[in-house]
Nanobody
Framework: EVQLVESGGGLAQPGGSLRLSCQASGFAFSGAGMSWVRQSLGKGVEWVSSINGGGSRRVSRYYTDSVQGRFIISRDDGKKTLYLQMNSLKPEDTAIYYC??????????????????RGQGTQVTVSS
């Protein structure tokens, strides 16, 4: 059974930083492409970033335009953990962030539907 548990959310000031973590279990993490998506009121579900799997293969990272240059996705296959380093946070980054066992290289239209293989989410609030 796929299990994903996010942590690291909280309150940050504009311009601040947070690091999200996602502990994975129940599947072969090192071979799995992984992603972060977020859901906020009025904006539906938005893809944020993805990172490929495959162990020693070249790592490829993808970001939605609004976080490019501010967020960094990474993974530690030995710890079966996915990360999202969020810098220069903006109020519009306020959302529930979900770790997802799936992989995209560009924006995907989710509407209001969250991907099935996801964690419980962690709230990120950016406010002064």
């Amino acid at each position: 059974e796929v299990q994903l548990v996010e942590s690291g959310g909280g309150l940050a000031q504009p311009g601040g930083s947070l690091r999200l973590s996602c502990q994975a279990s129940g599947f072969a993490f090192s071979g799995a492409g992984m992603s972060w998506v977020r859901q906020s009121l009025g904006k539906g579900v938005e893809w944020v970033s993805s990172i490929n799997g495959g162990g020693s293969r070249r790592v490829s990272r993808y970001y939605t335009d609004s976080v490019q240059g501010r967020f960094i996705i990474s993974r530690d296959d030995g710890k079966k953990t996915l990360y999202l380093q969020m810098n220069s946070l903006k109020p519009e980054d306020t959302a529930i962030y979900y770790c997802v066992k799936d992989f995209w290289t560009r924006n995907v239209h989710f509407g209001d539907r969250l991907p099935d293989l996801r964690g419980q989410g962690t709230q990120v609030t950016v406010s002064s």
